[in-house]
């Protein structure tokens, strides 16, 4: 009924730019919170960053100053603007977002993943 789908990743060399982006798609009523995760080789996945409609963004300490998190409402996306890229970033990037879907006969929440973007930053 929903899709996440991402764009914008890509190998860049460290200290470059990319700017990742999501959209959801679907029977939506409305989104509350959307973010961005990343999972690199044999890790965890972990937050990158998050944003709700009425918060400030939050982030993951190892990407504050360098990386930015905005939304666009009437567009159901959210954008990643990552700059003063390091090789430990590199990873696959998902977006996630939790969303209120409309049904037949009811309106239920579901959390939703992107397919996930590779970026890889070289040295």
């Known amino acids: 009924q929903v899709r996440l789908v991402e764009s914008g990743g890509g190998l860049v060399q460290a200290g470059g730019s990319l700017r990742l982006s999501c959209a959801a798609a679907?029977?939506?009523?409305?989104?509350?919170?959307m973010g961005w995760y990343r999972q690199a080789p044999g890790k965890q996945r972990e937050l990158v960053a998050a944003?709700?409609?009425?918060?400030?963004?939050n982030y993951a300490d190892s990407v504050k100053g360098r990386f930015t998190i905005s939304r666009d409402n009437a567009q159901n996306a959210v954008y990643l603007q990552m700059n003063s890229l390091k090789p430990e970033d590199t990873a696959v990037y998902y977006c996630n977002a939790g969303i209120l879907v409309r049904e037949t006969t009811a309106i239920r929440f579901y959390d939703y993943w992107g397919q996930g973007t590779q970026v890889t930053v070289s040295s």
């Open positions: 679907g029977s939506i009523f409305s989104i509350n919170a």
């Open positions: 944003t709700t409609s009425s918060s400030t963004p």
